[in-house]
């Protein structure tokens, strides 16, 4: 298989991660609904939309990569499973905040990811992974302020002095 650069391994893992996304909001999704709490559920599916356009965004840029298509759906695989088995350890027996202080960790991971992707294409100049970059980084910015809006709402919400 063709050997990735780190731009192409960089495109990569912000497409594993916007695929964990997917999952993780729909995971925390169920909790919400648990919980009764739309406000919650209707953020949390509107991020899961977000991330499945942008990851049909990054597949088109994955194909604009000469012969790196496939290594590069391979390499976003592995990072969508990583995250995925952290989540079944984070989340059993899981409640919404807990859901949410997850997705704090996820979504700041997936922040970091496109910073350190937009600095990499700063000396790369590919145009198709710039215009990636610039729908995603301010959606993922986002995410991480309404989550954390979400979950210090919750824990307000919460009684401090009862059993966890
Ligand atoms: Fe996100």
Avoid at 130 to 142: C, D, I, K, R, W
């Amino acid at each position: 298989m063709a050997e990735l650069t780190h731009l192409d391994e960089k495109l990569a893992e912000v497409l594993g991660l916007a695929q964990a996304a997917q999952t993780a909001t729909k995971k925390v999704a169920t909790l919400a609904r648990q919980e009764k709490d739309t406000e919650l559920l209707e953020l949390l599916e509107r991020m899961g939309d977000e991330a499945a356009k942008v990851e049909q965004r990054c597949d088109d840029a994955a194909g604009t990569r000469e012969g790196m298509k496939t290594a590069i759906a391979e390499k976003a695989r592995e990072t969508k499973a990583e995250v995925s088995g952290f989540m079944k350890t984070y989340l059993e027996d899981a409640e919404a905040l807990d859901g949410l202080e997850f997705l704090s960790m996820t979504e700041a991971g997936e922040l970091a990811h496109w910073e350190i992707l937009a600095t990499l294409n700063g000396t790369a100049n590919d145009k198709d992974i710039a215009a990636v970059v610039e729908f995603a980084l301010p959606l993922q910015q986002s995410h991480v302020d309404a989550v954390r809006k979400q979950s210090l709402r919750l824990a307000a919400e919460e009684d401090p002095s009862e059993p966890a």
